[in-house]
């Protein structure tokens, strides 16, 4: 078994395959887990399958713990909402920066006697025999290096190299705006358990408290306007987080003095009608890219890889690969996992579409709606669930889970 990618997606695979017996290659281009990273928002539902992982308690006092929300439009709270009140058993979000979740995954993975972590590895091409893919070469730092495998699961990204060179059909839909990153430190008048949302006519930016001191700031420009941003000067850039975070006027100015500075991320989502064909699967951003909102991204990479686990590892087995078993348990991998994904998919488009919205009555529009929603907790609860609690039962009255799920259940 080869996954290419060694982020939450490929690691968490690794593991739980490892941890079954099952052999495993993980294949990752960089050297080193310690970099910078702009998805590191783990939610509600992936700290519960962390902890069913066994491996919360090892992240302890690597992250921060959202409890609140707040959405603030024209200077004024429109939406707010309190995490504690969520009858799960993990009702936080967590802001988890990804070089120690890695770091954990590949330390976990390395107990055990079948998981390979390969380091500075590029994979460049696929190994076929007709139409089945039956491994990976890579370009390594002592030269090229051929994986043979059962099977091969592409978990490398929005931009995933392995799904340019299967040749499998997808399909790249942009959105209307990108987003420009930077990182600054957090300011004293804050608290660091709140996500803000700040939005002002059609612009606005997300306000993440980053472990440890940091506030990660991410602000919608539109859809390729980082030449005509930048071409206004630095300045351009300070003056659109005066008018929506002047607590951060200093700091962005201190810390913020050229383009360099800062990172843009091109935002759009990905279709791909099939995720595997013989001998191959695309799992995590690889098969379905999502947005930035409501940090989707790294939680749906966990959950592929804990649902895929238990379903391939007993098909897999020691001997020569039986594709015509195999490819029925990965359509199933993928009929599981679509709903939920379609669910985030769709919540983060009418999102977007919200945010965007400009001109007088559309932006009054949109101020009503939040309030609505704020003033309606089981309105707020229903929406919020479907994008954080998609997987864990509600606590009964006696402060216990209704059922306790297993972790495969993450596909249902």
């Known amino acids: 078994m080869c996954v290419v990618g060694g982020g939450p997606a490929g690691l968490t695979l690794g593991l739980e395959l490892a941890r079954r017996g099952t052999r495993v290659v993980v294949v990752e281009q960089s050297g080193h887990f310690n970099r910078s990273f702009r998805g590191e928002s783990v939610s509600p539902d992936s700290v519960w399958l962390l902890d069913q992982l ?33 009858p799960y058993p993990h009702p936080y979000p967590v802001e988890l920066p990804q070089p120690a979740l890695l770091t954990v995954l590949a330390e976990e993975g390395a107990r055990h006697e079948g998981f390979t972590l390969l380091r500075r590895a590029t994979a460049v091409e696929l190994l076929r025999d007709g139409d089945t893919v039956t491994g990976v070469r890579c370009s390594g730092p002592d030269g090229p290096v051929d994986i043979h495998a059962a099977l091969t699961v592409a978990a490398d990204g929005r931009f995933s190299k392995v799904r340019e060179m299967s040749g499998l059909s997808y399909t790249k839909i942009p959105l209307d705006r990108d987003v420009v990153w930077l990182k600054l430190p957090f300011p004293a008048e804050w608290d660091d358990t709140t996500y803000r949302v700040r939005i002002k006519g059609e612009h606005h930016g997300l306000f993440i408290p980053t472990h440890p001191d940091d506030v990660r700031v991410g602000f919608n420009i539109p859809k390729g ?20 975070a002047p607590e951060l006027s200093d700091a962005v100015r201190a810390e913020i003095r050229g383009w360099s500075d800062t990172s843009m991320l091109d935002i759009f989502t990905t279709l791909v009608p099939e995720w595997s064909m013989p001998g191959l699967l695309l799992i ?18 966990i959950i592929d890889a804990v649902t895929l686990a238990p379903m391939i590892a007993p098909v897999l087995g020691d001997g020569p690969a039986d594709h015509a078993a195999l490819m029925p348990v990965l359509r199933d991998f993928q009929q599981r996992r679509e709903g939920s994904i379609a669910r985030s998919r769709g919540l983060q488009l009418r999102q977007e579409r919200m945010f965007a919205l400009s001109g007088t009555m559309a932006v009054a529009g949109r101020r009503a709606l939040y309030r609505l929603v704020d003033r309606s907790p089981a309105l707020k609860q229903k929406i919020l669930a479907g994008a954080y609690f998609q997987l864990q039962e509600p606590l009964t009255a006696s402060g216990r889970p209704a059922d306790r799920p297993t972790p495969t259940k993450a596909g249902v």
């Not at 603030?72 to 709270?77: K, P, V």
């Not at 306007?225 to 929506?244: N, P, Q, S, Y």
């Not at 690889?286 to 930035?292: I, W």
């Open 54 to 86: 066994g491996l919360l308690d090892q992240l302890r006092g690597s992250f921060l713990e959202m409890r609140n929300m707040e959405i603030t439009d024209g200077g004024r709270t429109v939406l707010t909402a309190d995490f504690s009140t969520f």
């Open 225 to 244: 306007g980082l030449k005509a941003l930048r071409a206004e000067g630095i300045g351009a850039l300070h003056r659109r987080l005066d008018e929506l």
């Open 284 to 301: 995590g951003d690889s098969a379905h890219t999502l947005s930035p909102i409501l940090g989707q991204g790294v939680n749906h990479a």
